[in-house]
């Protein structure tokens, strides 16, 4: 995808700018950054999919957002505007392709184009609204309706290539709680599993707990 047309009235000079930076092609798996980290620059994916998480003291992780094409990190934008590190970790969840604009490219067009801030801040906000939106269905959401909510997403073929401790990091919850909900769920007959596979057998009861999240 051209992303520099995404951004409407950009002015001349920096299009030229942009244009002139490389993508680059990563493989699924890698990680970008980590706790700590400073950013040395602004990332724009261009394909694939990249997933933030977070790691608490107890060893618990949980995925704040994934940066999908056309989209940017609100940690990265964080560390470049205000100077703070990374607090998550960045994995890519498939084969990648990014565009990066080095630190001091990054905030001197942020100073001279309002069209490139107009971007930045929107897509700062849409990271924001993921977030609140985690963190709605954490405090108030089921956990059961928050895992099936999570399979239905990640269906395919019929089928969901996940570990427990994969899920349970997606929904916010503990491993040892997903896997209790999974053995309910096999239960009532929805799924069945074998290692590193959920196999979704009944849908319709599915759709119809994941219609209950908060």
């Known amino acids: 995808m051209n992303w520099i047309e995404a951004i409407p009235e950009l002015l001349p000079a920096n299009v030229q700018r942009f244009s002139a930076l490389v993508p680059k092609d990563l493989p699924k798996g890698l990680v970008l950054f980590r706790p700590g980290e400073m950013a040395a620059g602004f990332a724009v994916v261009l394909r694939g999919r990249v997933e933030?998480?977070?790691?608490g003291p107890s060893g618990r992780e949980i995925l704040l957002y994934a940066v999908e094409p056309g989209q940017s990190c609100v940690q990265t934008t964080l560390g470049l505007l205000g100077g703070e590190a990374y607090t998550g970790e960045a994995i890519t969840a498939s084969d990648v392709q990014v565009i990066s604009i080095p630190r001091t490219l990054f905030l001197e067009v942020m100073d001279n184009d309002a069209s490139f801030?107009?971007?930045?801040?929107?897509?700062f906000a849409q990271r924001m609204r993921d977030i609140t939106r985690l963190l709605e269905r954490v405090a108030f959401g089921r956990v059961e309706a928050r895992l099936a909510?999570?399979?239905?997403?990640?269906?395919q073929g019929g089928t969901v290539f996940a570990t427990h401790a994969e899920l349970a990091a997606r929904i916010g919850s503990a491993r040892e709680v997903v896997t209790r909900r999974i053995d309910g769920f096999v239960r009532e007959g929805w799924i069945d599993t074998e290692r590193g596979e959920v196999r979704l057998l009944d849908l319709d009861a599915l759709r119809q707990l994941a219609a209950t999240v908060a």
């Open 52 to 55: 933030v998480n977070l790691t």
């Open 117 to 123: 801030r107009t971007f930045v801040m929107k897509s």
């Open 149 to 155: 909510s999570e399979l239905l997403r990640l269906e």
